[in-house]
């Protein structure tokens, strides 16, 4: 598989200890590989890697040597090394999946990659060895159609399952690193408030709260979390666009800065990211309005460190830059770059 692939990372001039961005050009079968300047917040593509179908959602590996992509039209799941000092993406190999995955994920203990599916309504759990991953899915487990995502808690003990349309729902399981398993917990979901669809979550660093963006309800619901008994509770939800857009567009995406105090959310159709601040007592979120994207920003990511966001416009094949101002969160925009066609995925990476 190997001899298919076009690999073009052959840059030579290093980034070492710079910020390096990922996004997965889905209808040109690619992956391309960005340096990010952070005392200018420029961006420079370095490279690119080709895939023998689309990929989607990227994870990295705890230690930072691999990505893992879901090559979602090829039903396959994608190792690649990580070059320490340029980022550089080499040496692809191939798993099947067994599904078409949205969502990748890998466990805390590097052993493990989660996935989840959309069409087909699955979630599977496959076996990582030696930085990478190898064989069918270990487990596969039914969950129901339109699974979008799927995280493990900060603990690595349970994993959640947010569902929009109709089930809309988040499924919670058991999660078993040592035995390899996923198993229902008890109660099996949440579910979602009326209309609301979660579809991509992230915990707050302090592992009390989680939040969920909600793909047909246009909001972020802020969920507590039993850490003991692995389950959610929600407690307040907050719209993510001005009242005149309530029933128009969609939600997309969501990230927490590591610091805690802020949380962003995408919004699709408005072309917009919402800003909330982190109430540090309760964690219930204040909004702060929203800032003008790309088209269609399916994708975003705060690059470690939290001073710039990269927003994926799939709507206009287009990427842009903001810096994060760490005290009021909000966004300036810099800079718009031309990217392949689809970009369907951003991750950003901190080179040691």
Not at 255 to 269: C, E, I, K, L, T
């Amino acid at each position: 598989m190997k001899s298919l692939l076009a690999l073009l990372c052959l840059t030579t001039s290093a980034f070492a200890g710079q910020a390096v961005v990922y996004v997965s050009e889905s209808i040109e079968k690619r992956i391309a590989v960005w340096s990010l300047d952070e005392s200018t917040g420029e961006l420079t593509r370095q490279g690119e890697i080709a895939l023998p179908g689309a990929p989607g959602s990227l994870t990295l590996s705890p230690d930072q040597r691999h990505l893992y992509a879901s090559v979602r039209s090829a039903k396959q799941f994608a190792t690649l090394d990580i070059d320490a000092k340029t980022g550089a993406l080499s040496n692809a190999t191939f798993a099947d999946a067994g599904f078409n995955a949205a969502y990748v994920f890998a466990d805390k203990t590097g052993r493990w990659l989660l996935a989840a599916s959309y069409s087909e309504g699955v979630v599977g759990l496959s076996a990582i060895q030696n930085g990478r991953v190898t064989g069918l899915p270990v487990v596969t487990l039914e969950t129901g159609k339109k699974a979008h995502c799927i995280q493990t808690d900060p603990a690595n003990r349970f994993a959640f399952v947010p569902h929009v349309g109709e089930l809309n729902k988040v499924e919670q399981l058991r999660f078993d690193a040592q035995a390899g398993t996923l198993t229902r917990n008890t109660p099996p979901h949440l579910p979602g408030g009326a209309g609301e669809g979660p579809r991509h979550m992230q915990f707050h660093p302090n592992g009390k709260w989680a939040y969920f963006v909600n793909e047909q309800g246009k909001s972020v619901t802020l969920c507590d979390y039993d850490a003991g008994k692995g389950t959610l509770q929600a407690r307040q939800s907050v719209p993510t666009v001005p009242e005149d857009w309530r029933d128009k567009g969609s939600c997309a995406d969501i990230h927490v800065s590591a610091d805690g105090r802020f949380v962003y959310a995408s919004n699709r159709g408005h072309d917009s990211l919402a800003v909330f601040s982190v109430n540090a007592e309760n964690g219930t979120l204040t909004a702060h309005g929203q800032t003008s994207t790309e088209k269609t920003p399916r994708s975003f990511c705060l690059v470690p460190g939290d001073g710039f966001v990269v927003s994926a416009g799939e709507g206009s094949h287009r990427l842009i830059v903001f810096r994060r101002d760490a005290e009021t969160g909000a966004l300036t925009p810099l800079k718009t770059y031309d990217c392949g066609k689809g970009p369907a995925w951003v991750m950003s990476v901190k080179l040691n």
